[in-house]
């Protein structure tokens, strides 16, 4: 019996109810990976601009998300220009 | 206790242990997970019923990872989950709930609900997307059986409260311990190492006359300056007396005493934190009475705090 590719999988709908909890799941994650990489691009100096580039969002829209949930000790770039 | 005091009591433990939980992995959103993790080492009803089920932390942090796990291998996707780090005390920065975790803890305090922990569990085991179950499966159990024995444990009669005190500068609290009673007294009795659970300390130095040193974390210490504190440790009661005090301080302060008491318990330990400011004078000044509900609120905050911190400690 062949074995289903990873996308054959990803894709198989039979039970849409455990595949919404395996999307949750991926979501929890994403959103994990994305607030790690958003806080070392910030101490990387990058800027909230340059991060809204990258993820292919608005600047607002990406300093609403997270703007109060990264690490405080993190420097934000506005702080920066005013130094 | 009044139920919004319940509530207000039961949400505040419950989101200090789920944004620890969620700390590990560098997240700042509290699920359905971390809510679970945190009835683990609640110290009601719900708590208790957990750990006898064997729902305990360790047990728990290993079924959710499998479970997203296996979630995620059902995509496609066989990625090693997110390391754990360490709890990171104190840092409360845009932690919230999500929005399933906000609906729970929304049924638990509807009309006709207790709004304590056990109630957050009776709606936790019920929650609709399934992820709960999928977890008490990998555990042994289910929600109907965890439901029973909770609805049993609430049946019997409660322990008499405990009056409480007339003091109005002294507060107590218990909390669990998910760590053997050694473990959780060489942590509670060692001077060197108040840093581990009190999170506006830094570091600790020996001072004059069998006294101890705490130095603050940068900008925590205000115009108090360094701590000062003796620890009078007595390990056959496993009773451990801090006094604290600030010689450096430029506003009048008190001394004030942190007594902590453990028990053994199931799967952990009790931990009874007492603390007490010392008053200098006797003569209560005009505005007490209208303060006295802010000297109290601000000490359970401060016993809350402690109890919360030893058991975030133990639990890396």
């Known amino acids: 019996m062949p074995v289903p590719s990873p996308f054959e999988q990803a894709s198989d709908t039979s039970d849409p109810f455990a595949g919404l909890r395996a999307i949750a799941s991926l979501r929890q994650l994403a959103d994990t990976l994305e607030l790690r990489q958003v806080e070392a691009a910030l101490r990387a100096g990058l800027t909230w601009q340059n991060i809204a580039d990258a993820l292919g969002v608005s600047r607002q829209a990406v300093h609403k998300k997270y703007a109060k949930r990264i690490d405080s000790s993190i420097e934000l770039p506005r702080r920066k220009s005013h130094a | 206790m009044p139920k919004l005091t319940t509530v207000f009591a039961t ?81 409360a920065t845009g932690f919230d709930w999500t929005e399933q975790a906000r609906g729970v803890l929304n049924r638990a305090t509807a009309v006709g609900e207790t709004g304590d922990s056990a109630a957050v ?64 007294w060489a942590l509670i009795s060692d001077p060197r190492r108040l840093a581990e659970w009190d999170a506006l300390t830094e570091s600790v130095t020996p001072g004059a006359a069998g006294a101890w040193i705490a130095t603050p974390q940068d900008g925590s210490a205000g115009d108090l300056g360094p701590q000062h504190f003796t620890v009078d440790a007595d390990e056959s009661r496993r009773v451990a007396h801090w006094t604290f005090w600030w010689p450096a301080s430029k506003r009048r302060t008190n001394r004030r005493h942190v007594i902590l008491t453990l028990e053994p318990a199931a799967s952990g330990t009790s931990l009874r934190v007492d603390a007490t400011w010392e008053t200098a004078s006797t003569r209560r000044r005009w505005w007490f009475p209208a303060a006295r509900p802010f000297f109290r609120a601000l000490l359970w905050f401060q016993v809350t705090r402690v109890a919360t911190s030893v058991s975030a400690a133990l639990r890396e």
Request: aromatic share 2%; net charge negative; glycine share 8%.
């Open chain 2, 11 to 91: 949400s505040h433990r419950l989101w200090v242990a789920a944004m620890e939980e969620a700390s590990r992995r560098g997240g700042k959103d509290g699920g359905l997970d971390h809510l679970l993790l945190a009835l683990t080492i609640d110290e009601g009803t719900a708590g208790q019923v957990l750990r006898a089920s064997g729902v305990t932390i360790d047990r728990t942090r290993e079924a959710i990872a499998a479970q997203h796990r296996d979630q995620l291998g059902s995509l496609g996707l066989d990625v090693a989950p997110v390391a754990d780090g360490p709890i990171a005390l104190g840092d």
């Open chain 2, 121 to 184: 569990l009776r709606a936790l085991l019920n929650e609709p997307s399934g992820f709960v179950t999928a977890v008490l499966h990998r555990l042994d159990t289910a929600p109907e059986i965890i439901g029973e024995l909770l609805a049993q444990a609430v049946a019997l009669p409660a322990p008499t409260p405990t009056a409480p005190s007339d003091d109005p500068f002294h507060r107590s609290t218990t909390a669990f311990v998910p760590a053997t009673t050694d473990a959780t």
